[in-house]
């Protein structure tokens, strides 16, 4: 693992924070539901940034820096649709007006940004510490790969434990009053739908940081690459959500494609820990030769083509599936 210079991680954290702050004070001032073009623009001007990152990063360090970060940022990127999925279910469950939405989602990439860095931290202490952690971290996306295959990962639509818990023990009000969380009603403070939608994306995040944070180890363990993968991932979620909110419901086969690609992660950080001869007990204590070393180059093929055959298979049944209406309509005339 190469050596990125420090001052350059104190600037790019710096700046990307910085870039960070700006999204929210504009989703503060400016609340307003973006058109399509806004929308696009923006994240178009966010991959250019991470791109642009990465050159950086090729400059001053090497190749492998930078395809690690590329690698690192298209996993977490094809990981956040998922929470712009559940993003959606919640801010439609809850009635969210149109002018808020953009302020509640800047809150829940701010939480989202927070619990990533902390299990960063944790991640590469235990990586440090406890080399054979690859294979839980193995088996835990192989495990969620599983789930999203079944379908069984989503579950934005129930109340979890802990929504359950405070509802039943607060007192909360169905109207919204801007962003206040807690508001005077009839002489009682009261709870507004703000604090539960918030509440619900801050609890939601952490199951998502329990995937995102071993897929992308599972592309480096360097915590600075890590980190800076998942702050330009989550750059422009906000934009991202106006732009596929409707289109993600005809994306059917989207989900096999990210199961795909945690499956995929998964086998690797397994044969990285077998490989790398993390359990003593394993071949006598000889490093295992058959296990191949799957290259970051790899990784990024597989990513990209698991997210653009899953794509293109959903829009392919989708049209068969408009085509289809439009021809049993016309026949029922």
Do not use: C
């Amino acid at each position: 693992m190469s050596e990125v210079p420090v001052w350059f991680e104190i600037v790019s954290m710096a700046v990307m924070l910085l870039i960070l702050a700006f999204d929210l004070i504009l989703a503060v001032k400016r609340p307003h539901v973006p058109t399509m073009r806004e929308a696009t623009g923006w994240i178009l001007l966010y991959v250019v940034l991470a791109l642009v990152f990465a050159g950086m990063l090729f400059a001053i360090g090497d190749a492998q820096d930078a395809g690690d970060f590329v690698t690192g940022w298209l996993t977490e990127y094809s990981l956040s649709i998922d929470n712009i999925f559940v993003f959606i279910l919640l801010l439609t469950r809850f009635r969210v007006p149109k002018t808020m939405q953009q302020e509640v989602l800047m809150i829940g990439i701010i939480i989202a940004l927070v619990l990533r860095g902390v299990f960063i931290l944790l991640g590469a202490a235990l990586i440090e510490q406890f080399s054979w952690i690859f294979y839980i971290f193995g088996a835990w996306l192989l495990w969620t790969a599983i789930q999203q295959v079944r379908g069984e990962d989503d579950s934005a639509d129930q109340d979890n434990a802990l929504i359950r818990m405070i509802k039943r023990r607060g007192h909360f009000t169905d109207e919204f009053h801007g962003m206040k969380f807690r508001v005077s009603v009839q002489g009682r403070r009261v709870w507004t739908p703000v604090a539960i939608v918030v509440l619900s994306m801050g609890t939601t995040d952490l199951l998502f940081a329990l995937d995102s944070i071993p897929a992308i180890f599972g592309i480096t363990q360097n915590p600075f690459l890590v980190f800076a993968a998942n702050v330009f991932a989550l750059m422009g979620l906000r934009q991202l959500y106006f732009l596929l909110g409707g289109l993600l419901e005809k994306l059917k086969y989207l989900h096999y494609g990210i199961a795909f690609i945690l499956g995929f992660i998964g086998v690797k950080l397994v044969f990285h820990a077998l490989h790398a001869n993390e359990v003593p007990f394993i071949n006598g204590g000889q490093p295992v030769e058959w296990v191949p070393d799957i290259s970051t180059t790899m990784s990024l093929l597989v990513i990209v083509a698991s997210m653009a055959v899953a794509t293109v298979a959903s829009l392919i049944a989708s049209g068969r599936d408009r085509r289809s209406s439009r021809a049993n309509g016309s026949d029922t005339h």
